[in-house]
């Protein structure tokens, strides 16, 4: 089975570490590195080298879309998830346009975003991670 590579990024440590441990808890991912700054995450990813970043779209030092811009440029290969409670169409659409993958309402709840990281690291016609 593929190992997911997971990095997360937000300002808070507690939901860093909250999301740290229900993405442990998935047979097939695992999380390489957490940072709460975008010069932080963008060193950390260069390093790590992980299939997925999750980011929140709200810090204490940067914004998440313009994160999600510079990690895309840098590392092409990476996809990009961000999680917001701010859940509106225009805000969607600007973080898609800035390069992410997707976008998870926080109100969705862990298991919508489990689903997006597989759908972004397995996209259809490739091998999955029951394989």
Known sequence: MKQIRLFIV?????IRRGLEMRLSTEPDMTV?????????????????KPDVVIIDLKSATTDGIATA?????????????IISMQ??????ATAIAAGA??????????DRLVQAIRRVSF????ADAAD
């Open 87 to 92: 859940d509106d169409a225009a805000t969607r």
């Open 123 to 126: 996209p259809e016609g490739t």
């Open 10 to 14: 937000d300002h808070e440590e507690r």
């Open 101 to 110: 993958a997707d976008f998870i309402g926080k109100q969705e709840g862990s």
């Open 69 to 81: 811009g510079c990690i895309c440029a840098a590392e092409p290969g990476c996809q990009v998830l």
């Open 32 to 48: 390489v590195g957490h940072a709460d700054s975008e010069a932080a995450a963008l060193n950390g990813i260069r390093e790590l």
